[in-house]
């Protein structure tokens, strides 16, 4: 009932950057929140950052003071801007959104994730 779509990720060098777009779409009332979380070979889902409307942040420690997290409530969209890539920082990345349907039922949806890759 809510879908995800990413874009934006793909190979990069150590110390450059990528924007990572995600859009929600289908029967939305409202989205509470809208976040990144991402997926490492081998390691558990963990978070990146957060946005909740109006505008409130939330940010893992590891990426604080490099990546930044935006969202546009018009377009149903969240934006990553990640600068300072780092090796460890590849992993496949998944948007996700919680918030209410138009029926009044609350969703937690997730996108089919995009990968980003920093080499070395």
């Known amino acids: 009932q809510v879908q995800l779509v990413e874009s934006g990720g793909g190979l990069v060098q150590a110390g450059g950057s990528l924007r990572l777009s995600c859009v929600a779409s289908g029967s939305i009332s409202r989205i509470n929140t809208m976040g990144w979380y991402r997926q490492a070979p081998g390691k558990q889902r963990e978070l990146v950052a957060t946005f909740t409307s109006p505008g409130s942040t939330n940010y893992a420690d590891s990426v604080k003071g490099r990546f930044t997290i935006s969202g546009d409530n018009a377009k149903n969209t969240v934006y990553l801007q990640m600068n300072s890539l780092k090796p460890e920082d590849t992993a496949v990345y998944y948007c996700?959104?919680?918030?209410?349907?138009?029926?009044?039922?609350?969703?937690?949806?997730w996108g089919q994730g995009t990968q980003v890759t920093v080499s070395s």
């Open positions: 996700n959104a919680v918030g209410l349907l138009r029926s009044y039922a609350r969703y937690d949806s």
